[in-house]
């Protein structure tokens, strides 16, 4: 949210004005005091003309990661930003595969087998 703030050159005042919504609201959505459900997601949508989906994913993806720190998970993304699973290392976004790190250690081991292609 902070960053669609930055790029439209938005304060939290004019974002609450674009939601319909008190400035409370838009400081305890940026503190994180407050979730977004499907009320503040459309008013979301509509403030930056996106889908409520796009807020109540976002807010799905900051769940799962509170709730993995809470368990003592580690969430720490690689360079890309991602979080691999079962720290396992960098995972192929097209592929759902582990790739090879890039201090250029062994890859994770494969969570499943590739489909093999006949010729």
Known sequence: ???????RGWDEHRLARS????????????????EVREGLAHDL???????????LA??????????????G?????????????DGGGPVDPAEGEPVAPVD????APRRRPKKEVKE
């Open 1 to 7: 949210m902070r960053e669609e703030m930055r790029l």
């Open 19 to 34: 939601m319909g919504r008190g400035v409370e609201t838009v400081q305890g959505l940026l503190e994180g005091r407050l």
């Open 58 to 71: 976002l807010q799905d993806g900051e769940n799962a990661w509170r709730l993995l720190d809470a368990q």
């Open 104 to 107: 250029g250690g062994e890859p």
């Open 73 to 85: 998970t580690s969430v720490a993304p690689d360079a890309s930003g991602d979080v691999a699973p």
């Open 45 to 55: 949508a509509k403030a930056f003309q996106t889908s409520a989906f796009v807020w």
